[in-house]
């Protein structure tokens, strides 16, 4: 299957969700979704498997991924408030989910292995990734490689007794019966079979049951996206690189979130006023996260009290250095206060660094007295930023370290914000250049395995960053290197970093003694609850 175009909706601005961590509450949530699709039955027994060497072994349960997990089990969206129950409930209803770790040799750090048991003692074994805000892949199930990332229905046809020849021919005979789909992978092993058919759409239950009535199918599956944009075949972008992308501005003298509504609307097959209507209620929607956060939030598990107000205290009372920067600083703050209280966030694109990008446009716009639609042109334009740096390096601390959350935010912010002062696409592309040079290396070294400290601070410098390089590239400042090099740089900068400062709590500020006494404090907490 060719590899699908990054969307703005799938990689870069979403999900709406819960919790600290995109890569772990979000993704794991969405491979529980997808484990619980695999059984027919109630769920019995669910075991998680997570490799000693990978971050998940250290991190999983401080940033959420368990809860997530559960919750993805127990059929909750997101943005669902049921989530820090999870645990509980899944125990209410009889289903034991035990967590393990585990030494094999995990290729992911972001890797689980699962076995799944149901009441009617259906087995089945499968092994997902997280590969950053929010995205996921299910690489092989039962012994069989596949390639399911959430974006299709997905048909599972598996067989017995069955060589090479037998199996295309039952596939010969099965895409004639659906007729209409994307693509059909076939996969032996062992005289078993696999037939794995994507569609757009869900199959009707009579073309289910004819499948199933064929000899040899011993089991047929139906899994439901759990990605709000849907793929298919031949799914054709306007542009498939910077270069391709400024050319059409050029001849077009467009501006990036136009550019950025052309590429969604014909990446996710929907019109182009439906794309911006999405956007518009994801900017509503971060505006409200900001207003709660400056309100106060409370939360037992976490480190840090509520703080933003303590800016717009200050501020009324002539304390600080003044400038628009004061209300950026108390926006992120809002946002990550939010995010840390477990309340409703959107992850763009990460939820570790969901402070940068609406804290710093949504602060510029308001102190500038820009619209609600002008905020929305400036998000599409930094998604379509985010695209690029989804297909070059996606957005793993855990891969790249912090620089593909905070810095990536930081050069998405400095385009939007380019695109609110009315800049060329030109601007917004070398304003993202520049923006992402100036932060390579960051390292992703999180305090007491809490998505906060230095979390928070990093938001807040990514959003100064952005502001500074958004102003440069106004001004016509040279960014020199192109921002396709400066993603390629990235990414190899991001493999060069050390596991102990991808995320994995084994280095940096992460085994400090007060993050260790902080550590055992909450856990003590947590213990006594």
Request: with cysteine; aromatic share 6%; charged share 20%.
């Amino acid at each position: 299957m060719l590899k699908q175009p990054a969307s703005i909706f799938n990689d870069v601005i979403g999900p709406i969700m819960r919790g600290p961590s995109s890569s772990h509450v979000a993704a794991a949530l969405r491979i529980g979704n997808l484990v619980k699709q695999m059984v027919k039955g109630k769920l019995k027994e669910v075991i998680v498997e997570f490799d000693t060497k990978g971050s998940l072994a250290t991190t999983y349960h401080g940033h959420g991924s368990d809860i997530g997990f559960v919750g993805g089990l127990l059929g909750f969206g997101p943005e669902d408030d049921r989530l820090t129950d999870s645990l509980k409930l899944a125990e209410k209803q009889g289903i034991v989910v035990s967590f393990k770790i585990v030494d094999y040799p995990a290729k992911h750090p972001n890797t689980y292995r699962i076995t799944v048991i149901s009441n009617d003692n259906e087995i089945k074994r499968l092994t997902a990734i997280s590969i950053g805000g929010g995205m996921i892949e299910v690489q092989e199930i039962d012994g069989f490689e596949v390639e399911i990332s959430g974006d299709f229905y997905e048909t599972l046809i598996f067989l017995n007794k069955i060589d090479e020849d037998i199996l295309k021919q039952k596939a010969d005979a099965i895409k004639a019966l659906i007729g209409d789909f994307d693509f059909c992978n076939c996969l032996t092993n062992r005289q078993r079979g696999l037939i794995n058919v994507k569609t757009s759409c869900q199959l009707p239950d009579k073309v289910i049951k004819q499948i199933e009535s064929f000899e040899q199918v011993e089991n047929v599956i139906q899994l439901i996206p759990v990605l709000p944009i849907i793929s298919r075949k031949n799914c054709n972008v306007p542009f498939r690189n910077i270069g391709e992308m400024l050319q059409v501005a050029l001849e077009g003298n467009l501006q990036l979130w136009e550019l950025a509504l052309m590429y969604e609307s014909a990446r996710g097959n929907i019109p182009k006023q439906e794309v911006f209507d999405k956007m518009k209620e994801i900017v509503i929607l971060m505006k409200s996260s900001i207003e709660a956060g400056l309100k106060g939030t409370s939360y037992e598990d976490r480190i840090l009290g509520p703080q933003a107000w303590m800016i717009e205290k200050c501020k009324k009372e002539n304390k600080l250095i003044p400038g628009i920067f004061n209300t950026v600083i108390a926006y992120i703050t809002s946002m990550m206060e939010v995010k840390s209280s477990m309340g409703v966030i959107v992850a763009a694109p990460t939820a570790g660094s969901c402070g940068v990008l609406p804290g710093t446009i949504i602060g510029v716009a308001t102190e500038m007295g820009f619209s609600i639609d002008d905020v929305v042109k400036a998000m599409l334009a930094a998604g379509m930023i985010g695209v690029f740096i989804a297909e070059k390096s996606g957005f793993a601390a855990e891969v790249g370290g912090c620089q593909v959350e905070c810095g990536a935010a930081s050069g998405m912010a400095a385009a939007g914000l380019v695109q609110l002062l009315g800049g060329s696409a030109q601007q917004c592309v070398d304003a993202a250049s520049m923006a992402l040079q100036n932060i390579l290396g960051l390292i992703c070294d999180p305090v007491a395995e809490s998505v906060e400290v230095p979390c928070l601070g990093k938001n807040i410098m990514a959003g100064a960053n952005a502001i500074a390089c958004a102003n440069m590239a106004l001004a016509g400042y040279d960014k020199v290197i192109p921002l396709e090099e400066t993603l390629v740089a990235m990414d190899e900068v991001g493999r060069m970093l050390p596991p102990e400062l991808r995320c994995t709590g084994l280095g940096g500020l992460s085994t400090t003694e007060t993050s260790k006494k902080i550590y055992n404090a909450l856990k003590k907490r947590a213990e006594k609850g």
